[in-house]
């Protein structure tokens, strides 16, 4: 996926999550209810983002270790961009009590459900 484009549409979703009233935002954050009503290749740019986001973690302090986990169970599973955005729509499917919730912590718990899943855990 060319890089530009999945920052251009995830900075326009990030723009509709900022505008949105209370309830489907949380302090600015995208939520999981707004992140469902964004079209499918909103949702999966907005994944990648997320993901290439964690893969800067270290320099913020994240173990170098976890995130090489990650970055492996998702090239051990061989997936693409639009299979890792409907990782993350099942996992919300699956628990529409994050539907309020910010956007980052679901998506890392998707991933580390389905590569504890794969026998690729994360932690």
Not at 9 to 36: I, R
Not at 60 to 76: E, Y
Request: hydrophobic content about 45%.
């Amino acid at each position: 996926m060319n890089k530009s484009l999945a920052a251009a549409a995830l900075f326009t979703l990030c723009s509709v999550a900022h505008a949105s009233s209370a309830p489907d935002t949380n302090n600015g954050f995208l939520t999981g209810k707004l992140f469902q009503g964004g079209s499918q290749s909103l949702r999966t740019a907005y994944v990648i983002g997320v993901l290439d986001g964690f893969s800067y973690a270290p320099v913020f302090g994240a173990p170098d270790a976890k995130v090489a986990k990650l970055q492996r169970c998702i090239g051990t599973m061989h997936i693409d961009a639009r299979q890792v955005g409907t990782i993350v729509d099942q996992y919300l499917v699956a628990h529409p009590e994050w539907l309020n919730e910010k956007m980052q912590p679901v998506v890392l718990r998707a991933m580390q459900q389905v590569c504890a899943t794969n026998g690729a855990a994360i932690d």
